[in-house]
């Protein structure tokens, strides 16, 4: 795509600033060259892109997401060959950028060959760093070892194996992920919704254990640990060990607030998750093992969201889809804001805040010379209706490295 001028934009900027009328954006190839009044630059050089009056947005960025997922339902594992799941994971893909989200933490399976064909636009995609493989205990929330004998994890050689015991394990298979092509580690600290051998209030691996990952991901050039984390012991033995993120945060309480607080650690709550899930398991979708503890967690999820929101912990945007329909990304503001969030707060945290969660700041996460030209058009105000940001066809283009992915305007 040639040097492209957008004109007549209403830019809200990824910054909590107010948003900037009757500007154009200067798109260099890839860069945010500048940001100008509008109508000030007539030039035959440039691709017009006449917003008519739109709003424009950072791209944004869904900090735990599953692309190579579609349900996690073990018995896909046994049915569809290796080759589906990565041919689903382009139609997951193409709905995660559809729905206005450029950038991802993928949160587990997406290996480095993922990563590398979306690099070269060899599909649709969004920008990713990935986990590779999270870590797990034996029988805890990433061993898909069944009762009946059966082994139900998805495995060829580009995924290292999860499973690991004991300190010395543990930094050994940190090691294999790290070597796989790991950009931040994923360790699940406790059981989760969708175990078949664990509960998300179980803490799983010891403070020593969670302490060598953080030390074998710092010694990897300062990488960051993020941790799956619902019961509130989990949490506090994640942060007591150095761990960057804790991920859903189901069971936090006021102490783990203030610890996260204090480690200027972050939280991403995973709303669309929770919320999707109760309402399958209030319509049979999920196993029976899960549908209890899905009922049961939303409320208390709710409730220990807020108050980690008012005790000052930085939260951003993430939603676990892959274990719920990829496309929902955006449906996390809305519950943001249900959660105590202004508009312009919600979309910080999915845009620059969600940018520097993973350490991509200088980058993405705003409309600012020098960085990436990262943009999503939407045609409503979303600082007057947040949730219109969840409802793809208001989302009239998306603008992912300088190249338009989408274009529904009419």
Request: hydrophobic share 40%; glycine share 8%; net charge negative.
């Amino acid at each position: 795509m040639k040097n492209v001028l957008i004109t007549n934009a209403i830019i809200i900027d990824g910054t909590g600033k107010k948003p900037l009328e009757n500007r154009d954006i200067l798109v260099e190839k890839n860069i945010i060259k500048d940001i100008i009044p509008s109508n000030s630059l007539n030039n035959p050089e440039f691709e017009i892109i006449d917003a008519q009056g739109s709003f424009i947005l950072p791209g944004f960025i869904d900090t735990h997401t599953h692309v190579m997922a579609n349900g996690f339902k073990m018995e896909d594992t046994m049915q569809r060959p290796l080759a589906l799941h990565f041919y689903n994971a382009l139609e997951n893909m193409d709905k995660t950028l559809n729905a206005g989200v450029t950038t991802i933490r993928d949160a587990g399976l997406a290996d480095a060959g993922v990563k590398m064909a979306a690099d070269k636009n060899l599909f649709p995609a969004p920008r990713m760093q990935i986990c590779v493989m999270p870590l797990s205990i034996s029988g805890g929330h990433f061993d898909f070892f069944l009762k009946s004998g059966f082994d139900m994890k998805l495995s060829y050689p580009g995924l290292p194996d999860s499973i690991c015991d004991g300190e010395a394990e543990v930094r050994k298979r940190t090691r294999e992920v790290l070597r796989s092509g790991a950009e931040v580690i994923k360790v699940m600290a406790t059981g989760g919704v969708i175990s078949a051998n664990d509960s998300p209030e179980f803490a799983q691996f010891t403070i020593k254990e969670l302490q060598a990952v953080v030390e074998e991901a710092d010694y990897k050039g300062g990488l960051k640990v993020m941790a799956h984390a619902h019961g509130t012991d989990g949490i506090k033995n994640s942060l007591k060990a150095g761990i960057h993120s804790i991920e859903h945060g189901t069971y936090l309480d006021q102490e783990a607030a203030d610890m996260m607080v204090e480690n200027n650690a972050y939280l991403v709550p995973t709303f669309v998750v929770t919320n999707l899930n109760k309402k399958k398991a209030q319509q049979g979708e999920l196993p029976e093992y899960s549908r209890k503890e899905a009922i049961e967690i939303s409320h208390v999820h709710q409730e220990n969201m807020e108050l980690a929101y008012h005790s000052g912990v930085q939260i951003v945007m993430g939603t676990d889809c892959g274990v719920v329909e990829h496309g929902n990304n955006l449906l996390e503001l809305k519950y943001l804001c249900k959660m105590g969030m202004e508009p312009q707060e919600a979309i910080m945290a999915g845009t620059l805040k969600a940018a520097r969660c993973m350490g991509w700041e200088k980058k993405l996460g705003s409309i600012e010379k020098g960085k990436l030209a990262d943009l999503v058009m939407v045609k409503k105000n979303p600082l007057e209706d947040i949730s219109s940001l969840a409802r793809e066809k208001n989302i009239s283009m998306v603008i992912k490295d300088g190249k338009i992915v989408k274009d529904i305007r009419k």
